[in-house]
Nanobody, 125 residues
Framework: QVQLVESGGGMVQAGDSLRLSCAASGHTFESYAMGWFRQAPGKDREFVAGITWGGGVTYYVDSVKGRFTISRDNAKKTVYLQMNSLKPEDTAVYYC??????????????????WGQGTQVTVSS
């Protein structure tokens, strides 16, 4: 089992930056990759960014490429999402999730085994 706790959300103006953190604990050896997802009211949960623990391979949804950066600190078992040039459409609850098995799809929700509680990001115009 893996426990995930997100932090770092808040309310900012368009163009500002935030850094989200996701701290993993428990049997973290079960985790192969981490993903960030977000969900706005009335919308489906969508994939934002992902990273593997071992090689640091990353992937981003097109809408955040060039603005968001995912990274990890293996010693601290923490994954970060640096969000720059934030837009109102980035407003959502952001969740981190752990994928146990290699070879899945980055954006496929069912491929992730454990989820954090979420942290709210609000971007005003």
């Amino acid at each position: 089992q893996v426990q995930l706790v997100e932090s770092g959300g808040g309310m900012v103006q368009a163009g500002d930056s935030l850094r989200l953190s996701c701290a993993a604990s428990g049997h973290t050896f079960e985790s192969y990759a981490m993903g960030w997802f977000r969900q706005a009211p009335g919308k489906d949960r969508e994939f934002v960014a992902g990273i593997t623990w071992g090689g640091g391979v990353t992937y981003y949804v097109d809408s955040v490429k060039g603005r968001f950066t995912i990274s990890r600190d293996n010693a601290k078992k923490t994954v970060y999402l640096q969000m720059n040039s934030l837009k109102p459409e980035d407003t959502a609850v952001y969740y981190c999730a752990s994928d146990r098995i290699p070879g899945g799809s980055w954006a496929e929700i069912r491929d992730y085994d454990y989820w954090g509680q979420g942290t709210q990001v609000t971007v005003s115009s």
